[in-house]
């Protein structure tokens, strides 16, 4: 069995329904939370609370590769993300929906792949996310009249602080959203040849604006935006559960060493 895997907020138990929870050990340790699998608008999923199931888990204290490496292995072909970001660009504005196309990646102590040897691999990294997802998206999202951006740059930080202004000024000039749970998460699903793509929601204009950034802030407009990143989600799911239509199942092609 096959399933679209999940990985997000613990605001998304609220979607499943015919719901099992699935413990798994991995190679890597223990996965963030035990995965629920169940149906999203008739469609089976499987999902991860990526910050464990009370938001105990900090963003570079994650365990990345057990939560890949599990989905991986009940099937999952597909990862959907569900990100917390700020904005770099004043187009890109709080409440609005980014679906990222690219990244930049500013993380410092992460274990970035699963091939730490004897096997090396080098895998293409050129065009990172799923483009057949980031399009379903993108098109359901306007549908539906999100104010949504179908591509962007996400600079990539390790967290748990906020930027300095420096820092945000610099990042502003490579990237326009900013967060700290991308990497390496894209990087092992891309070694496992699974589909990726983010739904990224702002939550605020990082600190190159006026105002500096704070949770308090972050954490009320997720709550605001969290309808529509569900209703876009539950929408573009039956669309996304089909045959792989994408050059994803490939990326391990030419790429041992």
């Known amino acids: 069995m096959t399933f679209i895997g999940i990985i997000g907020g613990s605001g998304l138990y609220n979607l499943l329904s015919n719901q099992k929870s699935v413990e798994i050990e991995t190679p890597f340790g223990k ?78 102590r992460r274990e970035l792949t699963f091939y730490d040897g004897p096997e090396v691999y080098h895998i293409s990294m050129a065009d990172p996310f799923c483009p057949h997802m980031t399009k379903i998206f993108t098109e359901q999202a306007r549908k539906e009249g999100i104010a949504c951006h179908g591509s962007g740059t996400y600079a990539v930080v390790e967290g748990p602080r906020f930027s300095t202004r420096s820092e945000s000024k610099m990042f502003r000039q490579f990237s326009d959203i900013i967060g700290m749970t991308l990497v390496p998460e894209i990087n092992l699903a891309d070694e496992m040849s699974m589909c990726y793509s983010v739904i990224a929601s702002v939550t605020d204009y990082d600190v190159w604006a006026d105002k500096p950034v704070d949770a308090f802030e972050v954490m009320e407009t997720m709550k605001h935006n969290e309808v529509k990143v569900t209703k876009l989600l539950t929408d573009s799911l039956p669309k996304i559960n089909g045959e792989r239509i994408c050059n994803c199942s490939r990326r391990l092609e030419n790429a041992k060493a």
């Open 31 to 108: 996965p963030s939370g035990k995965i629920e699998i169940g149906k999203i608008n008739g469609v089976e999923v499987a999902f991860i609370p990526r910050h464990g199931k009370n938001h105990t888990i900090p963003p570079h204290r994650v365990n990345y590769r057990a939560n890949i490496w599990a989905l991986n292995s009940i099937g999952v072909k597909r990862v959907i993300a569900i990100n917390a970001v700020g904005s770099l660009k004043e187009e890109m504005k709080p409440g609005d929906i980014v679906i990222p196309d690219q990244f930049i990646d500013y993380t410092r």
